[in-house]
């Protein structure tokens, strides 16, 4: 049996639900440089793809998450993953998408969003400004739960923790291979989606998106800023349906060291100046 993070496991694509699948898959195609793909007679799914980014759009309520899927390294670490949900108390079940190969399965957290892992799908090279989808953060009313499930269940790691000066934790950052995370999540007064990331790799890129997002008229409402955890340098945009979009550039990566704790303040959440506080 193996855990998520020995599976290698990163994050593939991501399943968005909208009340207008169309506007939200063309804002995707021009402002993320992602190209439609052809539909696989899914009836509704919109399928987009760019170099190491993935995502479907269907119908359904803004701010949804559809899913989440995670690819791992090989068929031995998918098994092995699946043998250590089902022994840790999770019912994995099949889970079909054209986005992974035959034999993938998901599992649901607390909050209930559908978790996928599987063997990434063969695709052809894309060309396109860098930016692989990187990672979900996750806005619940109960960060130990999400916590619990993800590293206590899945056997992400995790890596940093936020706490306000009443010993509570408000934000869990977890990872599934040497980056910083892939998962993590604020306490919102909500359950949902808080934001997803895409890696831009280095700070000249994330110039190169600005610059992409200017010039479509799309304003940045966060950053330039370098967050505490993770030591991420960062810019946000909000597309049509109010999902928050970042792109992030030189993320933490961890071989092995111990959790880090820090306080609840604007400085944890951007080093340079303003925050948008959570919880």
Known sequence: ?????????YLHHLHLKSPDPERLAAFYADAMDMAPLPRDGSAGDL?????????????GPAKTLGHAGFAVRDAAGLDGLRAYARAQGL??????????????FAVTDPNGNAIAFGLAAPEPPRSGLCGPVQHLTLATRSVQAIEEFYAGRLGFAV??????????????????NHEH?????????????????????????????????????????WGPGRHGPGNN??????DPD??????????????????????????????WGRAIMRA
């Open 91 to 104: 019912d994995p079940a099949p889970f079909p998408t054209p986005l992974l190969e035959d034999g993938a």
């Open 181 to 221: 995370h892939t998962i993590a999540c604020f306490l919102q007064d909500r359950a949902g989606i808080d934001h997803h990331s895409y890696e831009a790799g280095e700070w000249d890129m994330i110039r190169d998106w600005a610059d992409r997002f200017a010039a479509r008229g799309i304003t940045l409402m």
């Open 1 to 9: 049996m193996l855990t998520a993070i020995q599976a290698g496991a």
């Open 47 to 59: 399928v987009l793809a760019g170099p190491g980014r993935r995502l479907v759009v269907t119908d």
């Open 242 to 271: 109010g999902n928050w979009i970042e792109v992030s550039a030189e993320l933490e990566v961890i071989h092995d060291r111990p959790v880090k704790e820090w306080p609840h303040a604007e400085r944890t959440l951007n080093l």
């Open 233 to 238: 340098l960062f810019v946000f945009i909000e």
């Open 159 to 176: 890596s940093d923790r936020v706490v306000d000066a009443t010993g509570r934790v408000t934000t869990s950052f977890m990872r599934a």
